[in-house]
């Protein structure tokens, strides 16, 4: 079985639903008996009984049971299941985050000074350290080794997101890439796929824009979108289109060109993940943008389907339905 971990980046509310697996196994025995059909006077012959198979524990794979807390946390030191389980805590309480997040976006942050220095350290040896796996690859790749001599594989996810502009999308198709080609170097059993996020290769400003236009055409079928190109159906009956109040203005020739340059980033992507043989998972980030997200990754889908006989363009729906009924319900409750 083979089970995936969550890359250790911004997992602020992590909840594993688990379902325990039980396997039994039996002894078979076979019993043969032959009779010459040309001698009838011949005696059967005694049944050989062949003993019975027997299947060694150590040839089955290993079963993860997360309910065996003791046995499942065994290989950590009690000093750092302490310290997972105080920056857990940290990360639930409502004020101390907006306080963080007050301090990380201060002009302090942006010159060299000692309280910079201070603020980074503290950062880097407790958020950071729990929800990252290293700076770079070499650091990557011990945190998925720890991980695989758990029994666990990785999703490998290049922590970036919210761009606003080509260039710093280019830069960050170039870590797409090279996270794949870290992928690539690792066992084939380590790495259960590679994890791109959309808003890291489209400006925020254009997915929020392209959101607002598919919505108001799923108001107003009439609405002509002459960049759309033939997708799955982004929106349902129940899908929340609040976002969207009134007609937007259409995309600029400028914004075309970069939404088709965006599409060709993804689309990069996904040639590296078919030569490299690893899955793709594309993340469902947050509803604003999320009919861009959805229109982009269905048609990156829809190009790749054919050759991707043995590869999946995942997006993280389990993830996205939540998020979208939450949506519905605090749509209705206004």
Same mark, same amino acid.
């Given at each position: ?91 639930? =309480? ?5 306080? @963080?997040? &007050? #301090? /990380?976006?201060?002009?302090?942050? *942006? ?32 945190? =998925? ?5 758990? @029994?666990? &594989? #990785? /999703?490998?996810?290049?922590?970036? *997101? ?173």
């Amino acid at each position: 079985m083979a089970t995936k971990v969550l890359p250790p980046k911004q997992l602020q509310n992590l909840h594993f639903f688990i379902a325990r697996s039980l396997t039994t196994s039996s002894s078979s025995s076979k019993t043969s008996s032959a009779v010459s059909p040309l001698n009838l006077a011949e005696k059967p012959k005694t049944p050989i009984q062949e003993p019975p198979t027997i299947i060694q524990d150590h040839a089955k794979p290993p079963i993860l049971d997360f309910n065996d807390h003791q046995k499942l946390f065994s290989n950590f030191p009690t000093t750092k299941l302490l310290r997972a389980s105080s920056n857990l805590h940290m990360v639930s =309480i409502g004020p101390l985050v907006d306080f @963080g997040k &007050r #301090v /990380m976006n201060s002009r302090i942050m *942006e010159t060299d000074n000692i309280v910079r220095d201070v603020v980074l350290e503290a950062v880097r040896h407790t958020f950071y350290n729990h929800f990252c796996a290293g700076e770079d690859v070499v650091e990557a790749r011990r945190c =998925i080794e720890r991980v695989n001599e758990a @029994g666990l &594989r #990785v /999703m490998l996810d290049f922590a970036v *997101e919210y761009t606003s502009n080509n260039d710093a999308c280019d830069h960050n198709l170039k870590g797409f890439l090279d996270s794949v080609q870290s992928a690539m170097s690792l066992p084939p059993s380590s790495v259960s796929s590679v994890v791109a996020k959309v808003t890291a290769m489209l400006p925020l400003s254009l997915l929020e824009r392209v959101s607002d236009l598919l919505r108001w055409q799923q108001r107003d079928p009439s609405f002509n979108l002459p960049w759309k190109q033939n997708s799955f159906p982004v929106f349902s009956e129940s899908s929340p289109l609040y976002h969207t109040l009134e007609k937007p203005e259409p995309l600029t020739p400028q914004e075309e060109n970069d939404l088709q340059s965006g599409q060709e980033r993804l689309w990069k992507l996904c040639e590296k993940c078919v030569q490299a043989n690893i899955p793709l998972t594309v993340d469902a980030e947050h509803l604003a943008v999320q009919p861009a997200i959805d229109y982009l990754t269905y048609l990156t889908a829809i190009k790749h389907g054919k050759r991707w006989q043995s590869h999946r363009v995942r997006n993280n729906s389990s993830l996205l339905e939540r998020r979208k009924r939450e949506a519905a319900t605090s749509s209705q409750s206004r």
